[in-house]
């Protein structure tokens, strides 16, 4: 059953220290004794970043420690948060990291590691994407109890895990950044992945922003952009036009402004027309 609560607050409010010394508080732990979170969302880190924070490590140490939770069946302790901290102190050699112990489950080892890589803004859009879907499909959590956890809407939430819908070469072109999520989720609105395939190609051929790519997605759709509903005219403005209606017999549009306007007369076949031209000459 799924675990309900505001998990969005971040790491501690999920789960709390334990009552014995050695759960809550920081110890030290050696890394070939630590491993990788498997539910760890996050599998791409930068190159360039891991190597800029080791030289960190190097200088000035770890100063937040990873977050682990013991698994006593196999003596080792499994990486609830910190994965970038502890490759980058495996890059420059350390045998021990500081750590703290937790008590924590399978689903709440893969909410902590989300909600941390979400706080930080380490995720790419599939990545989010996947830990939600293994929320859903594997710990039976709705859109709203995932989005409560992560501290996001309902509807954020359910548009992220749309992304998985998107064809391979969609996919990649997200991975790649290529395009935004906003472009992704523009062009899911087409009905088939061939569409889809053949509108992204025009967006990057073309380089569109996202409200481009929205245009574009309705011409291919055969939407008609919305026309804006005419302003109610000023009383005196409505009184002319009915003056003229009732002069001419047909309908009269004033379009007034400022500097000038325009005004449009109706007429609905030839001999009205004739009508009108030789009604108006004449007076």
Not at 126 to 152: C, D, N, P
């Amino acid at each position: 059953m799924a675990r309900k609560g505001g998990l969005g607050r971040g790491l501690d409010a999920l789960i709390p220290g334990g009552d014995s010394p050695s759960e809550g508080s920081t110890t030290s732990v050696p890394i070939r004794k630590i491993q990788s979170n498997p539910r760890q969302p996050r599998t791409e880190m930068d190159e360039k970043e891991l190597i800029e924070l080791a030289a960190s490590i190097r200088e000035h140490g770890i100063l937040q420690p990873l977050i682990v939770t013991y698994d006593p069946n196999q003596d080792v302790y499994i990486l609830i948060a910190g994965e970038r901290r502890l490759r980058a102190a495996a890059m420059i050699g350390l045998d021990a990291v500081p750590v703290i112990i937790r008590q924590a489950t399978d689903q709440e080892r893969l909410e902590l590691a989300l909600i941390e890589n979400i706080q930080r803004s380490d995720l790419s859009p599939l990545e989010e994407a996947e830990a939600y879907h293994q929320l859903v499909t594997i710990f039976g959590l709705s859109h709203e109890e995932i989005a409560l956890r992560v501290g996001k809407s309902r509807p954020a939430v359910t548009n992220t895990l749309r992304l998985l819908d998107l064809p391979a070469p969609l996919r990649k072109a997200l991975a790649d950044v290529d395009i935004t999520e906003g472009h992704a989720r523009a062009l899911l609105g087409l009905p088939t992945s061939q569409a889809q395939i053949a509108a992204l190609q025009t967006v990057l051929n073309l380089q569109l922003n996202v409200r481009q790519t929205e245009a574009l997605v309705n011409k291919y759709k055969g939407d008609r952009p919305e026309i804006p509903p005419r302003k109610e005219p000023a009383p005196e403005i409505r009184a002319l036009e009915q003056r003229l209606q009732d002069s001419l017999g047909t309908k009269v549009v004033l379009r007034h402004g400022q500097k000038g306007g325009s005004m449009i007369i109706h007429y609905y076949s030839d001999e009205e027309l004739t009508a009108l031209i030789n009604r108006l000459v004449e007076e």
